[in-house]
Structure formats: C-alpha cells, structure tokens
C-alpha cells in the first residue's frame, strides 16, 4: 500500500477527490508509481492525465476538477466567469490547480 504525502492529501481534499498526473509527479510519485497505484486500486484513471482516489464518488465537480486540471485553457475560462465559478465551486477549484501547478 502506498501512503501520499500530506500534498497529495490537501489536493484531493481541495480538488473533490481528483489529482492529475503532474501533480502526482510533482509530490514524488513517479510514472511506474502511479501506474501501479492504478493497478492496485488506489486511484482510478477518469481521464486522461487525471485520477481520483476511490474514497471519493466522482461527482459533477469532481469532473469539473478533472476537466480543470487537464485543460489549462478551459480552467482560465472557469474562472473568468466568477457567477457561475462560485456556483459550482470551480472557482476554488481553478484557485488550487493553479497554486498547486
């Protein structure tokens, strides 16, 4: 079993369950890592470049998260448009993947 650092917690925990391959990279698991955290069951691939941890059900925000953190263009659009950002929680959303980026 692998144990994510206390980053990789607060991201999951700020991103509704969902952390993209880069971060997970940039928190000290490399590619063989993830992959096999795949495997085991420990994340689940949901797109491509995006995971989410099992604990969690992949809601409508948690896609938004996976959309957000795989599309960097469509993140800034998110968060441009502050209504419907805070409406649906994308706009924290947006805040975190870019500080985390």
Do not use: K, W, Y
Not at 1 to 13: C, G, I, N, Q
Not at 32 to 39: A, G, K, N, P, T
Not at 43 to 58: C, E, F, K, Q, W
């Amino acid at each position: 079993m692998t144990h994510f650092s206390p980053a990789v917690h607060r991201l999951l925990a700020h991103q509704h369950g969902v952390i993209s391959t880069e971060q997970l990279h940039a928190a000290g698991h490399p590619p063989h890592q993830v992959r096999r955290l795949r495997e085991h069951g420990e994340l689940i691939a949901i797109l491509r470049g995006a995971h989410r941890t099992p604990s969690v059900h992949l809601d409508e925000l948690g896609r938004c998260a996976a959309v957000s953190l795989t599309r960097p263009d469509l993140r800034d659009r998110c968060s441009s448009q502050p209504r419907r950002g805070a409406r649906t929680g994308l706009d924290a959303v947006a805040a975190s993947c870019t500080n985390a980026a």
